[in-house]
Each structure stands twice: as C-alpha cells, then as structure tokens.
C-alpha cells in the first residue's frame, strides 16, 4: 500500500529555535497533503490543507506566521514551526491524498513528536 | 453535529476475539480509520475502510456499513501487545477528522 513519511520522528528542540518537519509520499503523488496536531488526550485538530504549487489553506486559529507549509513537490510537504514556544509540543502527523485514487484515500505518517524545551 | 462514539474501555482474555465498535456522524464522508496507539506514542494505521464490507489483514479485520454510520474492528487471536487504546476516526467532506475518545483495550492473561 502507499506509503508517507515524516522525517524526524522525534525532536526536541530550545525554545525561540525553529523545526522544520518533512513529510513525504514515498510511491505516490500526493495532490493534497494535510497537517495536523495530536493534543495529549485530545482529537487530532487539521491545522493546513496543502496542495502542491500553491499556498496552503490555514484552519482558522492556526498562525500561518508561526506554522510554515511549503508543498514544493507532489512528493513533498514540510512544515516549519518558526519560534517555537513549550506550548507548540505535540505530535504532528501529516496526511497526502493519493491523487490516482477513485476515492480520494487519505495515508497518513507515522507523526512527529516535537518537545519544545 | 458531528460526532464518533466507542466504549470507553473493553477488557478481554490473551487468545480470545474481541470487537471493537464505532458509530459515527459526519457532514459527508471520506472513509474511516482504526488506528493503535500505545501510550506516549504516535498512532499506528490498522485500516482505512470507505466502501462497504469487511476488510481482512492478518489478526485484524475491519468493518464499514455507511448506510448505518457504523464500523467495527475485530482482533482475533488476542496478545498482550494488544493492550492499547483503538482509535476510531472519520473524515468528513472537508477532511476535518472526526474522532472519538478512544478504546481502550486491556488483555489479561
């Protein structure tokens, strides 16, 4: 089956620093990738759908500032959380529809675990 | 609204079969996902179902009937290793993620 990647899996980074998480479909193209943060117990919450070549679409409440999307690839998103402040650790999973598929099947990656110290 | 319901907590007994149920309510409807996940760990895909019937993989199989807005994951052949939570969640035409609070699945010895 298709397969998505984030890369890294784990990082823990300084507060004011900035982390950029990659995300990438490994045997498809993904017309549309999407963001989302896991809060501890809580509902993974969609923060940005990215579709490749264009500007992504924020959620609202979501700092478009602080949270960078770029889809510079059908392959390839990444997100930048910029100044990252202890309230940004969460898990961030990214999802990328297959765009040869009938039913516009969603594959999501394994997550990233930010902690920011 | 939109919401996802599965119970709270489920015991069961190494060896045994166990199943897990989802309802769910959604505006539109892009498939729904079981997903594993461990304690402080990130969630692992189990099945993605978007048509109707029954999908097998190995040990786990999953069950979709959109026309009742319900789901069910079955594990058979239970293991230890199988005590996690179970996550039911479906995506709505807007691809907002629906989820519930989890299963969380205890096995005993």
């Known amino acids: 089956g298709a397969v998505v990647s984030q890369h890294p899996s784990r990082v823990i980074c300084k507060s004011g620093t900035s982390v950029k998480i990659e995300c990438r479909s490994l045997?498809?193209?993904?017309?549309?990738m999407f963001w989302y943060r896991q809060f501890p117990k809580k509902s993974l919450m969609l923060m940005a759908t990215s579709n490749e070549g264009s500007k992504a679409t924020y959620e609202q409440g979501v700092e478009k500032d602080k949270f960078l999307i770029n889809h510079a690839s059908l392959t390839l998103s990444t997100l930048t959380v910029t100044s990252a402040h202890p309230e940004d650790s969460s898990f961030y999973i990214c999802s990328a529809i297959n765009g040869g598929s009938s039913y516009n099947e969603q594959f999501f990656g394994p997550g990233t675990r930010l902690t920011v110290l | 609204g939109q919401n996802i319901d599965q119970p709270t907590e489920m015991t069961a007994t190494e060896g045994a079969i166990v199943q897990i149920n989802c309802t769910y309510q959604t505006s539109g409807f892009n498939g729904l996902f079981w997903y594993q996940q461990h304690a402080g760990e990130a969630p692992t895909f189990l099945s993605y179902?978007?048509l109707d019937g029954l999908e097998e993989k190995g040990r786990f199989s999953s069950f979709l009937s959109r026309s009742k807005g319900y789901s069910y994951l079955l594990l058979k052949e239970l293991q230890m290793k199988d005590s996690a939570s179970y996550l039911c969640w479906a995506v709505d035409s807007n691809y907002q993620l629906i989820w519930g609070a989890g299963t969380k699945l205890i096995i005993k010895p």
């Open positions: 045997d498809f193209q993904a017309t549309t």
């Open positions: 179902n978007v």
